[in-house]
């Protein structure tokens, strides 16, 4: 059986048939389908989910622990988010490409934030930009609208808040917290949002969530992030889908377990290793180069 490659999948028609743009997705949630999306933090993979025909990537700031190994996400260095969001760009051209704003890289200065998130448009290449926010960024969020940034915003849990709340938490449990996380929402969506990110909410939440979205602005769809499925799109973290961490939350059940393959894979390395069994050496010396090799060799060791 042959190894397929991403070309070969694409040949096969397995790979989108034109661009995901923000129109088409549009389009795509007014007809009443929903779509899916996953985090991405490299050219390789971002072109294997391409052929897949995933709709949007985000390149999120949890790199700051899958991919570093970092502690948490607060940790992500804007610097190495900007590069990233360019890989997965390059690797998945025709796929929506989510940037990332990494703590305190928009919350110190509202100058800084607009200047930081166009960077993710120009140096990284992205067709959006996600930030954590509730309504006391109104106005950082209309600043960057106005400039022509498509902001996606979050609300809901946010990871970069966790400190305050002692670790992860869920948002919205109480009613107070649901209608404050009602009053973000609004706020948001008033500022001129392109989309919204909701996550860790209960059902019944996200539910006024997306109804207030409908009713206020049609074109602002609503992904989810285990906030329930009323959400017009919903996304995981690509190694949570794989089975790479070693805990994930149970919105995100793996579809793969390819971090016993990859264990698999390595100790039938060491034992190819041991024993010698490398396969055919590619790389040949003609005849005539190695007589005069050996011819030299015999010379040198004289």
């Known amino acids: 059986m042959s190894l397929m490659t991403p070309e070969s999948i694409a040949q096969a028609g397995t790979s989108p048939t034109q661009p995901w743009t923000l129109r088409r997705l549009l389009k795509h949630v007014r007809s009443g389908q929903r779509f899916a999306a996953l985090t991405c933090y490299d050219a390789t993979t971002a072109r294997w989910l391409e052929t897949a025909g995933i709709p949007m990537l985000l390149v999120g700031d949890t790199a700051a622990e899958v991919i570093l190994g970092l502690p948490g996400t607060i940790h992500m260095p804007l610097s190495i988010s900007l590069a990233l969001t360019a890989a997965v760009k390059r690797g998945a051209p ?21 200047r930081n998130a166009g960077r993710f448009l ?43 709340h002692g670790g992860y938490y869920a948002a919205g449990k109480s009613a107070a917290d649901a209608m404050a996380l009602l009053d973000d ?19 019944e939440v996200t539910e006024r969530i997306v109804a207030m979205a409908q009713a206020r602005n049609p074109s602002v769809p609503v992904i989810g992030c285990g906030a329930g499925p009323s959400c017009h799109g919903q ?32 100790r039938q390395w060491m034992e190819r290793v041991r024993i010698g069994e490398l396969g055919e050496h590619p790389y040949v010396m003609p005849e005539s180069e ?13």
């Open 94 to 114: 025709n796929t929506l490409v989510m940037g990332d704003m990494p703590f305190l890289s928009y919350q110190a200065d509202d100058a800084e934030g607009v």
């Open 235 to 266: 996304i995981v973290v690509l190694q949570d889908l794989l089975g790479l961490t070693q805990w994930q939350p149970a919105f995100a059940v793996p579809a793969a377990h390819l971090g016993t393959n990859i264990q698999s894979a390595a």
């Open 122 to 164: 120009t140096e990284g290449t992205a067709d959006l930009v996600k930030l954590e926010v509730d309504r006391s960024f109104a106005p950082l969020v209309s600043q960057m609208v106005r400039a022509g940034i498509p902001v996606v915003a979050h609300v809901g849990s946010k990871p970069q808040h966790a400190k305050q």
């Open 185 to 203: 929402t609004r706020a948001m969506l008033d500022c001129g949002v392109t989309m919204l990110l909701v996550e860790a909410a209960p059902i």
């Open 290 to 302: 190695r007589v005069v090799f050996e011819a030299t060799q015999i010379r040198t060791a004289r």
